[in-house]
């Protein structure tokens, strides 16, 4: 994957073109920066679509999980995120928590979420796949490009990497 990129480079070419999430996103993985077109889904407190996302091909994509921002249990744990990091998937942002952070931050995968909790989420099968998302600061479709970084989280209708790769 392509380094010579920079969230706030995009913002300064492109500015008219992105959408910027809201910075109340922490990093989790080992790679800090990372892109790829975005695959969205919606739970609550039920992390059963996540692990059923993520243990599909990833394709280099970035999973974005609206979790509604609960901070009350983890959609995303070492087990899952290790799947990823099996599945080839580019990156995971959640709208919500994560666990199992000494793990997750070993391995070579984009992560970010809001917090840290160590309960784990109920497993009752809920959700709904590929949905657009309105997560603070811009609305999320699938289909669309995520770039993110220290600096933080930009959105773009297409592949603003393709012209300089």
Not at 142 to 156: E, N, R, S
């Amino acid at each position: 994957m392509n380094s010579n990129w920079a969230t706030a480079d995009l913002c300064d070419d492109h500015e008219d073109a992105l959408e910027i999430l809201a910075p109340v996103f922490r990093d989790f993985g080992d790679s800090r920066a990372f892109y790829g077109q975005v695959f969205c889904i919606k739970v609550y407190e039920d992390n059963t679509l996540v692990a059923r996302t993520l243990e599909q091909p990833g394709a280099e994509r970035v999973l974005v999980v609206d979790g509604g921002g609960s901070i009350r249990c983890a959609l995303l744990g070492d087990r899952l995120g290790d799947m990823a990091v099996r599945n080839d998937w580019a990156g995971i942002v959640v709208y919500g928590c994560v666990r199992d952070s000494e793990q997750l931050a070993k391995l070579p995968i984009g992560i970010k979420a809001l917090a840290s909790m160590p309960r784990k989420s109920k497993k009752r099968g809920e959700g709904i796949l590929d949905v657009s998302l309105d997560l603070p600061g811009a609305r999320v479709t699938p289909g669309q490009w995520l770039y993110a970084d220290a600096d933080g989280i930009v959105i773009a209708a297409e592949n603003l990497l393709s012209q300089i790769l």
